[in-house]
Structure formats: C-alpha cells, structure tokens
C-alpha cells in the first residue's frame, strides 16, 4: 500500500480536491469555515495550510501530527 502525501506548499484547494479526506482532517483542526459553500471554491485557491494555520493561529506541528496520525506523509 502506497502512503498518501500531503504537499503544505500546494493550496487548499488543489489538495482537497486531489484528496476529499483533507477536508475531514481540516475541519477536525478548526477549519470548519472550508466546508462553506464556495469557500474552498474561492480563498482555498490562494490559502495554503501555513497560511492558514498561521491565520487561525493554529500551531503547524499540530497540523503535521494530524496528518501523520492519519497515515500521511507531510511534505513541507
């Protein structure tokens, strides 16, 4: 079985929809507002994960560990 990769460089958009489960593992960090209609659609074109996290003052080591718990490689 091949390890999902997740790319902090790529924005939010690009990666959720190469990957619907990043949605699920955002909104579990706080990031509920892409689940919004158009939300992803608009500033997740621009917004990548630092940005964000830096945005919602969320820390990034946090963000990482979620997505190595989920089995994903964090490509910074």
Do not use: W
Not at 39 to 60: C, E, H, V, Y
Request: proline share 5%; with cysteine.
């Amino acid at each position: 079985m091949s390890r999902k990769s997740v790319n902090f460089q790529s924005n939010l958009y690009d990666l959720c929809t190469a990957d619907p489960e990043i949605i699920d593992i955002m909104i579990s960090l706080g990031f509920g507002h892409i689940a919004k209609p158009g939300m992803l659609q608009s500033a997740g074109r621009f917004m990548t994960i630092p940005k964000g996290a830096a945005m919602r003052k969320i820390p990034i080591e946090e963000i990482v560990q979620a997505f190595k718990d989920r089995g994903y490689e964090v490509i910074a």
